[in-house]
């Protein structure tokens, strides 16, 4: 029997790392098993005409809210070719309403539910010891006499009881992703978990052992996919002390934290890191009281602010920060205040405006209507207007946040935009609104892929802020300023070419 596990890239990071999983609880069993990852540009009818013709007995399609479109495009037509193969669906995405999922697309035969591992090994020892016995396979949902049958969810899989991912995948050099917790302690009404959240861990040895591996393999970047990680401030501790204390010097580590739960130790612990080492990615969602009380966050936001800003002072921790946009009760006004703080408490660090999703499977689902919301009716189901923000408020902000993240998203222009924001008084929101409008009123937006082009268009954006000025020198030094973040990121080839054409943005 032969089995194709698949899927499509995308920008959730979590799939490829769920497909190793899977592969490696499996691999050992009598089936030949195989693992397929389809490029995101591949055509629909190529990526067809491979499955159909490789002689599967069963496909399984991993799905998430940003390729379940695609799977199912390719899923259909594959059964249509190949009516023998049996189509699986799986992942978190198809996890929730996953009867309407099977009702709408009946060339799906069956649905892994929820953390697939157990699931998936159940269901295969099934029909290799031909028991057939579906309706004892907890997580499983599939066709009887053309009837949906959807089981209750599996137990939670225990961390441990599963393989290291990456024995059977060797880690290349760039960048890996990895996991040491199951579960989240994050119960905000837009995060999608199953009914039974509770965190699982990796003992610390092992954890410990699995980043030994990494090091001596000097990949680039881990990144964990752990939310949060720090939720045992404990634990968290001895992990970033291990990694502190056995760095390679070429191996960063990213973690998803919560910085209300960053103590005085931890801080003092990271800031004997090298520099670039660790990376934080820092979820502020919003700095409105009523706002956080509405999507469950019970966060202090001021300790948070003062945690953040004791984390930057020493410098050599990357801290990147996430507003979102579109939360309940927020209006433009308030979403502006606080993306304002959080600018302020980056303090030249990458700030991210996070676009909200209505996925499957949330709290905010079932509160979408009681809210106002008004949202895309496909995956990933982007919130389009709400209750207290206007689709054109809305369409504002995503101008705003495609500023932010070319100008100061990944860092680029870090001394640049405080330099114009000082010189001027203008507040960061107006400041990158502005910029926006400017960008769409002058057609460049097709110029904001390059370092080049954003130095000079905020070269000649700024020229019209600074007219009111009345004091040319501060242009000249802010030419200069914008230069100098260019050198920082460019090439001495690039900067002469940069150089030849200079600052005229046609």
């Not at 899927?7 to 691999?27: G, M, P």
């Not at 499955?51 to 695609?70: D, K, M, R, S």
Request: hydrophobic content about 40%; overall charge negative; glycine content about 6%.
């Amino acid at each position: 029997m032969k089995l194709l596990l698949t899927t499509i890239k995308s920008d959730n990071k979590r799939t490829d790392l769920e497909l190793k999983y899977l592969y490696s609880v499996i691999t050992d069993s009598p089936l030949d098993v195989q693992l397929r990852t389809y490029e995101r540009n591949d055509l629909y009818t190529d990526i067809f005409e491979d499955i159909a013709t490789g002689q599967y007995n069963i496909v399984y399609f991993h799905a998430n809210a940003c390729n379940e479109l695609q799977l199912r495009h390719v899923a259909e037509m594959v059964k249509k070719a190949v009516p023998s193969i049996a189509i699986l669906f799986g992942g978190m995405h198809v996890s929730f309403e996953t009867r309407r999922f099977m009702k709408e697309n009946p060339f799906v035969d069956y649905v892994i539910r929820g953390e697939g591992e157990s699931v998936l090994f159940s269901f295969l020892k099934s029909l290799l010891e031909y028991e057939f016995d579906f309706e004892n396979i907890a997580g499983l949902a599939y066709r009887e006499s053309d009837q949906v049958i959807v089981n209750p969810y599996d137990a939670p899989v225990e961390m441990e009881s599963l393989p290291f991912p990456y024995e059977r995948f060797e880690a290349g050099k760039g960048t890996v992703y990895y996991e040491t917790i199951r579960g989240t302690s994050d119960r905000t009404v837009y995060s999608q978990h199953l009914p039974d959240a509770r965190v699982r861990a990796l003992s610390l040895g092992r954890v410990c052992t699995e980043l030994r591996y990494f090091l001596a393999k000097e990949v680039e970047r881990v990144v964990f996919l752990d939310r949060f990680f720090n939720y045992n401030s404990e634990r968290a501790y001895r992990i970033f002390e291990y990694i502190i204390n056995n760095d390679n010097g070429v191996t960063s580590f990213e973690f998803n934290v919560n910085g209300d739960e960053l103590d005085e130790e931890t801080i003092r612990l990271l800031s004997e890191a090298r520099s670039g080492q660790i990376i934080f990615n820092i979820d502020v969602a919003s700095t409105n009281a009523e706002v956080l009380a509405a999507i469950g966050r019970g966060e202090n936001i001021y300790r948070l602010m003062y945690n953040t800003t004791k984390l930057l002072q020493s410098g050599n921790i990357i801290t990147e920060v996430h507003v979102t946009a579109g939360l309940p009760l927020e209006t433009e006004a308030m979403f502006a205040r606080s993306f304002n703080k959080a600018f302020g408490m980056a303090e030249g660090m990458p700030v991210h405006i996070d676009s909200l999703f209505i996925s499957k499977g949330t709290e905010l689902r079932a509160e979408a209507d009681q809210y106002g919301y008004v949202y895309a009716s496909d995956a990933p189901y982007e919130v389009i207007a709400t209750g207290h923000m206007s689709a054109e408020e809305m369409l504002r902000i995503r101008g705003i946040a495609r500023a932010v993240e070319a100008f100061v998203g990944d860092g680029g222009f870090k001394k640049s935009i405080p330099r114009v924001l000082n010189d001027t008084g203008i507040k960061p929101y107006d400041l990158f609104s502005r910029l926006s409008a400017y960008i769409s009123k002058n057609g460049l937006s097709g110029k904001i892929r390059k370092k080049e082009h954003l130095a000079r268009i905020l070269f000649a954006f700024a020229g019209g802020l600074y007219d009111d000025l009345a004091d040319p020198v501060k242009l000249d030094i802010l030419k200069d300023v914008i230069y100098a973040d260019l050198e920082s990121v460019l090439s001495e080839e690039a900067m002469k070419k940069f150089d030849k054409k200079g600052w005229d943005i046609d």
